[in-house]
């Protein structure tokens, strides 16, 4: 049986991996670690995961991912996202597995109005966007045969993101003003973690950067606006500009990425972000979450 890694398998990412996990179960072998037993900036812990569990394919679905955190924790976020991941891609290839490591559409600077191409210039303008275009660099410098996807907007039913954010203040709020001039595309991350396996099941593997999300575009308010329609808020939305929602980092004004390579190569079709939400939205409905 294939034996496969998963680094970071408390994230959102990691707990949708979980949850798909039992459907290969005839399959593949999975471990997943958190990062108190495998923490990716420890090079002695990743060396011996690697010679006991001897994995097959190694998922990363670890990352620093406090967008505005990382302005502060400028070497913490290059150490966990840039160096480690040149480091992980290079046992890998030493080790003979295949390497699925996640990146972000926050790489591009977000000021175009065509949807980015994987080999399109990136120039991010945050030290999160910075410190995970080192790490893609890096794999691709130390192993070639690495793929990795680039998503967007990351949400699911596990732990935190946007669309939770949003139905938390929904409960406490009576009016809220969300970004309306930032786009991007959504992702559900069980859709992500579906695309992963899909491609760790795929006959003829080919690598390099992939981006992956659901689709079409969308804006922050209205993405929130859906959030709120399908969970039956009254709350009061209102569309406001990016100034007036100041943070410490900048976000690209329009990240949205073509999906044109991946349903090529790898015959993965995007869905539709509203469908997806929908989705997420009746879990959490059921669960209380
Ligand atoms: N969230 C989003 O909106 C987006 C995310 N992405 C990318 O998708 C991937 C998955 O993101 P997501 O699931 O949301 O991330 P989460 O923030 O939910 O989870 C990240 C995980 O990484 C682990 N981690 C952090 N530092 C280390 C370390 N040094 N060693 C090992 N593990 C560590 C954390 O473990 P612990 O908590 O135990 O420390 C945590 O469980 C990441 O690569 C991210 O950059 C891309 C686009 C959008
Ligand atoms: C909470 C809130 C946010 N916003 C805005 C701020 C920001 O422009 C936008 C999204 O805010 P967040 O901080 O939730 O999302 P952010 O952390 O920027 O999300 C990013 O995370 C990283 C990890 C990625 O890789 C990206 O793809 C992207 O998903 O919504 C409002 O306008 N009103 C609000 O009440």
Redesign the pocket.
């Known amino acids: 049986m294939r034996r496969i890694l998963v680094?970071?398998g408390?994230?959102?990412?990691?707990h949708c991996l979980q949850k798909l996990a039992p459907k290969y179960h005839d399959l593949y072998d999975f471990n997943f670690t958190?990062?108190?037993v495998?923490?990716?900036?420890n090079d002695e812990q990743v060396d011996t995961v690697f010679a006991e569990y001897r994995p097959d394919f190694v998922i990363n679905?670890?990352?620093?991912?406090a967008v505005d955190l990382a302005e502060k924790e400028v070497e913490k976020a290059f150490a966990?996202n840039g160096d480690?991941v040149g480091n992980l891609a290079q046992v890998c290839k030493d080790n003979n597995a295949i390497l699925i490591h996640?990146?972000?559409?926050y790489v591009f600077d977000g000021e175009t109005n065509l949807s980015y191409s994987e080999d399109d210039f990136t120039n991010p303008i945050g030290v999160y966007g910075a410190s995970?275009r080192k790490g893609e660099e890096l794999a691709l410098e130390n192993n070639p045969e690495t793929v990795i996807l680039r998503?967007?907007?990351?949400y699911s039913e596990f732990?935190k993101?946007f669309v939770k954010t949003m139905l938390h203040l929904f409960e406490i709020k009576d009016e809220l003003g969300i970004v309306g001039d930032q786009f991007g595309q959504p992702t559900n991350?069980n859709d992500l973690a579906e695309a992963i396996m899909e491609i760790i099941g795929a006959e003829k593997k080919t690598f390099g950067i992939y981006h992956f999300s659901n689709y079409p575009e969308t804006t922050w308010f209205d993405f929130a606006s859906k959030i709120k329609e399908f969970s039956d808020s009254s709350v009061q939305l209102k569309a406001i500009t990016t100034e007036e929602f100041p943070t410490p980092a900048k976000r690209p004004k329009r990240s949205t990425m073509s999906l044109d390579k991946i349903e090529k190569d790898y015959h993965i079709e995007p869905k539709h972000w509203e469908n997806s939400l929908r989705d997420c939205i009746e879990i959490l409905k059921l669960t209380n979450a």
């Open positions: 680094i970071g408390n994230g959102q990412l990691g958190g990062s108190s495998l923490d990716i900036t679905a670890s990352a620093y991912t966990v480690a996640v990146s972000t559409d995970k998503t967007s907007w990351l732990n993101n991350a």
